[in-house]
């Protein structure tokens, strides 16, 4: 079975070399598993690339692609599109911080069964956060994990967890369809998968937040809500609308 783990990486210096050493290392001693390591770094302004090139002399199985623009659901976009050149039988991404441990991505894999896409979940019974999220910060995400569900009418209850694995037939069937490179990425992915016909089933987390972190949720929040609602709009009749709505929120600056 070939694995094909993509990794965004924007301003990681301080992070992707352990998280290149874990999943490489964790991913080479599982029997019939070939995993490609393919890290997006987009648009950072640090030494991310130059780490990743000194990992990918050790291990050629790590590769890398560097952009000058987009944001995180960019990255896997353009992952998605060059990982698929080689035809894995599983395509997931995973964030840089290695919130996710290897161990909890293989997990991943262990129990995807006959779905064609597993979503790590932070929010369902079994899981295991630390250290234990801030109220303010459980209020902000359950509040938009309501917008989503009474929008999209999708039973998720974590669409925004960092670790993700689908089928190659599942990918390729959605790729072309995909638009939203910001806040969106990951609603618009679930939604499309669903549309076509595909089952997509969360499974508990393990969980480690970590620091230095590059997103601020509680400025972020308004903006990702915006997103969801721009989403919802294409995929309706009042899709002529959107230009409307886009003039009306580029009057603010758009935070990463």
Request: charged share 25%; aromatic share 12%.
């Amino acid at each position: 079975m070939k694995i094909s783990i993509i990794i965004p990486a924007y301003n990681e210096e301080k992070r992707i070399g352990k998280t290149l050493y874990s999943y490489s290392s964790f991913f080479k001693k599982i029997k019939n598993v070939n995993t490609e390591i393919l890290v997006v770094i987009n648009n950072t302004k640090d030494n991310t690339l130059k780490i990743v090139k000194e990992f990918r002399k050790k291990n050629k199985k790590i590769n890398y692609l560097n952009l000058k623009e987009g944001g995180k659901g960019y990255a896997v976009m353009k992952g998605f599109s060059k990982v698929l050149e080689s035809k894995p039988d599983l395509i997931g991404f995973v964030d840089a911080d290695m919130s996710t441990s290897p161990e909890a991505f293989y997990d991943l894999v262990k129990n995807l069964g006959n779905y064609q896409g597993i979503i790590a979940s932070r929010y369902i019974s079994g899981a295991s956060v630390s250290p234990r999220p801030t109220i303010s910060r459980i209020i902000v995400s359950r509040i938009y994990n309501s917008l989503i569900r009474a929008l999209f009418l999708m039973s998720f209850k974590d669409t925004q967890c960092g670790a993700k694995l689908f089928k190659l037939e599942a990918i390729k069937s959605i790729i072309n369809k995909m638009g939203m490179t910001q806040w969106a990425f990951d609603i618009e992915l679930l939604y499309l998968l669903r549309n076509q016909g595909f089952k997509v089933k969360e499974f508990p987390s393990v969980w480690s937040d970590k620091e230095y972190s590059t997103i601020n949720f509680m400025k972020a929040g308004p903006w990702m809500a915006l997103a969801v609602i721009r989403l919802r709009i294409l995929n309706s009749p009042f899709k002529s609308f959107i230009r409307i709505y886009d003039k009306l929120i580029s009057v603010a600056p758009f935070p990463r």
